[in-house]
Nanobody, 127 residues
Framework: QLQLVESGGDLVQPGESLRLSCAAS????????IGWFRQAPGKEREGVAC????????NYADSVKGRFTISRDNANNAAYLQMDSVKPEDTAVYYC????????????????????WGQGTQVTVSS
């Protein structure tokens, strides 16, 4: 059973940077594709970024392209979301999620099922 724990959420000002971390416990982290999702108050959850099981391929929501970077460190069972030039509309609870993906290089779509979720970390962007 894979367990995910997010950290790094904070209150930041517009234009600043923030790095979220997702620590995974369990075995075979390298068979999981990882996604970052977010949910703002009163809004549906949306996909932000995804990364293939081997870290070679990524995908981003249009709203964060060029500002956010997803990465992973399979040796240390961790994934990250680097958030640069943040905006007030980035305010949300951010979740890390994982799904088993045996096809190397494949990046799941945001609407594909993710089987494991973390508890979320709050990011607030405000001046």
């Amino acid at each position: 059973q894979l367990q995910l724990v997010e950290s790094g959420g904070d209150l930041v000002q517009p234009g600043e940077s923030l790095r979220l971390s997702c620590a995974a416990s369990g075995v075979s982290f390298g068979v999981y594709a990882i996604g970052w999702f977010r949910q703002a108050p009163g809004k549906e959850r949306e996909g932000v970024a995804c990364i293939s099981n081997n870290g070679r391929n990524t995908n981003y929501a249009d709203s964060v392209k060029g500002r956010f970077t997803i990465s992973r460190d399979n040796a240390n069972n961790a994934a990250y979301l680097q958030m640069d030039s943040v905006k007030p509309e980035d305010t949300a609870v951010y979740y890390c999620a994982a799904r088993v993906e045996y096809y190397d290089d494949y990046v799941p779509r945001f609407n594909e099922r993710y089987d494991y979720w973390g508890q979320g970390t709050q990011v607030t962007v405000s001046s």
